[in-house]
């Protein structure tokens, strides 16, 4: 669903702003947007949260976009729904706290299960500034004891798809236990990541001899890890910045690394944790060793079609920078343009250290004049949103969908040929095409 842009979008403005690096300008662009909305991270985050429900108050379209991006569910009872307003929410004719009361008592009713529930809001319930916060501190306190009641926006109006997993794990730390402020350290992987990646992580990390990891969000909601002043954090996702703020309101520290996308991001982000958990360095290249011969040697079998290729990010996932980095360190591609709807300097300054001055970097979004520097550049390869792809492929430009990066493992040494492949792929198929 593309957001609509806010009113002063409308009159595009344009300015330069220093990079952290002072190397290069960064565009920063504001107009007409085309990305889908915060209510996109709940097809990932229902799956990972499997005791959590998730309640849109929202619209038949925001239904419609829940429904046809996770397909339908025959298996299992779903663990979203939406509480669709009707025309006689929006005129205000009836009481929209009073409704939503209601159908909150028969969901639980109907289902026991549910620990979490996150009342999640949208552009209509924005618009008629619907206060789910409040909704939520009444529902909680009428429900204490057998469900945990939260809220979080999803609403296309300010965001981009990926901002709706970082307000819902930001609304997730206040209900942290504390961490005990005299004890040993503990690690916190903040972000949501497939279990299968999830588990390797662990792995790795109790190979190396750091015994204490706490995952947000975890597989239980109502198994939150606790935080405190001796809680080191690790971001495995770039675009969790409230999160993090929330995080470090609450005492937490961040260490600073590469996100872990391919051999050299994972070395770097696994390394971080063991500088700060104090593991030999002999230890630790000892337990790396192994799984990073592999990522690299996976990564290889895509280097032949990737290296050499030029390729532009338009804003969509925030993952542009750490994904650009990654290509182009580990992949030999040149970044002619990263794109990315929110530049955050701090969490990203590692990743902008690796890149080539030459890359033009763009924060926030106008379309039409993104478009128009594609169609200058001419990339090899664009990564862009689901609703730009078609008619770019149409004008001879070769795409990848950006959305397909956060619905895939791609974090971590094992899925790093997967990861190149997911680039390679476009490329290799449109050289068959021209056959
Ligand atoms: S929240 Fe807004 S952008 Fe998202 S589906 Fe609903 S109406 Fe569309």
Not at 22 to 41: K, S
Not at 244 to 256: I, V
Not at 373 to 383: M, Y
Request: glycine share 8%; hydrophobic share 40%; aromatic share 6%.
């Amino acid at each position: 669903m593309n957001a609509l842009p806010p009113s002063s979008g409308c009159a595009s403005e344009l300015a330069l702003k220093e990079r952290p690096s002072e190397r290069a300008p960064v565009l920063r662009e504001r107009g007409q947007r085309e990305v889908f909305c915060g209510l996109t991270g709940i097809i990932w985050l229902h799956r990972k949260m499997q005791d959590a429900f998730f309640l849109v108050v929202g619209s038949r379209t925001c239904a419609h976009l829940l429904q046809s991006a996770a397909g339908v569910m025959i298996f299992a009872e779903p663990r979203f729904a939406t509480a669709i307003m009707e025309e006689r929410d929006l005129a205000g004719m009836v009481d929209a706290q009073e409704e939503l009361d209601r159908v909150v008592g028969k969901l639980l009713q109907r289902r026991p299960d549910i620990n979490t529930l996150f009342l999640v809001g949208s552009c209509p319930s924005e618009v008629i500034k619907l206060d789910l916060a409040k909704a939520a501190e009444r529902l909680g306190a009428k429900h204490a004891g057998d469900v945990r009641i939260l809220n979080y926006s999803g609403s296309g109006i300010e965001t981009t798809f990926t901002q709706g997993e970082d307000a819902c794990l930001a609304s997730l730390v206040p209900e942290m236990p504390a961490g005990d402020s005299d004890g040993a350290k503990e690690l916190l992987i903040v972000g949501s990541l497939p279990d299968i990646v999830e588990d390797q992580f662990l792995r790795l990390f109790k190979q190396l001899g750091i015994e204490r990891v706490g995952m947000l969000p975890a597989r239980n909601a109502c198994d939150l890890p606790a935080v405190g002043p001796q809680t080191r954090y690790l971001l495995a996702q770039p675009f969790l910045s409230d999160t993090a703020m929330a995080l470090e309101n609450r005492g937490a520290q961040r260490l600073d690394a590469l996100f872990p996308f391919g051999a050299e991001g994972t070395t770097a982000w696994l390394r971080a944790a063991a500088t700060e958990f104090g593991i030999d360095e002999m230890h630790f290249n000892s337990v790396v060793a192994g799984p990073r011969k592999r990522a690299k040697r996976a990564i290889e079998h895509s280097r032949e079609m990737l290296g050499g290729k030029r390729i532009s990010f338009l804003p969509d996932s925030q993952l542009e920078v750490p994904l650009a980095r990654f290509l182009t360190q580990e992949l030999g591609m040149e970044p002619v343009e990263i794109g990315t709807p929110y530049l955050h300097r701090t969490h990203l300054a590692r990743e902008l250290e690796l890149l080539p001055e030459t890359a033009r970097l763009s924060e926030g979004q106008h379309v039409d004049k993104q478009l128009d520097r594609v169609r200058e550049d001419r990339p090899d390869l664009t990564v862009c949103g689901l609703g730009l792809a078609n008619p770019l492929e149409a004008e001879g430009f070769a795409t990848k969908w950006a959305i397909e990066l956060v619905f895939s493992p791609i974090h971590g040494f094992e899925q790093a040929g997967d990861l190149a492949e997911l680039f390679a792929r476009p490329l290799r198929r449109r050289d068959v095409l021209r056959v």
